[in-house]
T-cell receptor, first 115, second 113 residues
């Protein structure tokens, strides 16, 4: 199994540009989530999904969209990039979400810089 | 706001010593997890403890949970240089927060050879 994969690993955007961060898992996990990690802030939940066709907002959803058309894929779209979105983005998956939550598997991250 | 807060923010110890880090949270939880993050990498799951458990062991790791104090501790015994990493607690709170897992701000552990 490849586990959780993320592409790209690094990305530089100009303010106002849009892009999609890709996330895929091959473990047949129902629960997938996106986090951003900023220095001193820990991980903050952006969006999550409890299954194909179902998504919901996390702690910091503004400026981001998600969709879950398949169990395997959970892309994160930046609609109009802003410097405040400079961060490291992690995708994670788990067999089930809360309250049956088990361990989450994390991807390697995407380091995004918005200039 | 963060559900979990780790303490201390940073910890430096000598190889062979024990490392203890703490996590406090605000609302009732279903379970609490600890993760490790090596520099520049994704998080790796270490251990999960349920709200009805008080202590759990995994190798050199010992986790305790005190739901009355809304706190947990992670003890790493006989630390090694390879334990140098950031450690995060994560909680899924019952009811009001929905299907979310919330991470704390982390403890940076440095183990000196």
């Amino acid at each position: 199994n490849a586990g959780v994969t993320q592409t790209p690993k690094f990305q530089v955007l100009k303010t106002g540009q849009s892009m999609t961060l890709q996330c895929a898992q091959d473990m047949n996990h129902e629960y997938m989530s996106w986090y951003r990690q900023d220095p001193g802030m820990g991980l903050r939940l952006i969006h999550y999904s409890v299954g194909a066709g179902i998504t919901d907002q996390g702690e910091v959803p503004n400026g981001y969209n998600v969709s879950r058309s398949t169990t395997e894929d959970f892309p994160l779209r930046l609609l109009s990039a802003a410097p405040s979105q400079t961060s490291v983005y992690f995708c994670a998956s788990s067999k089930y979400g809360p309250p049956l939550l088990r361990e989450q598997y994390f991807g390697p991250g995407t380091r995004l810089t918005v200039t | 706001s963060q559900q979990g807060e780790e303490d201390p923010q940073a910890l430096s110890i000598q190889e062979g010593e024990n490392a203890t880090m703490n996590c406090s949270y605000k609302t009732s939880i279903n379970n609490l997890q600890w993760y490790r993050q090596n520099s520049g990498r994704g998080l790796v799951h270490l251990i999960l403890i349920r709200s009805n458990e008080r202590e759990k062991h995994s190798g050199r790791l010992r986790v305790t949970l005190d739901t009355s104090k809304k706190s947990s501790s992670l003890l790493i015994t006989a630390s090694r240089a390879a334990d140098t990493a950031s450690y995060f607690c994560a909680t899924d709170a019952t009811a009001s927060s929905g299907d979310k897992l919330t991470f704390g701000t982390g403890t940076r552990l440095a183990v000196r050879p």
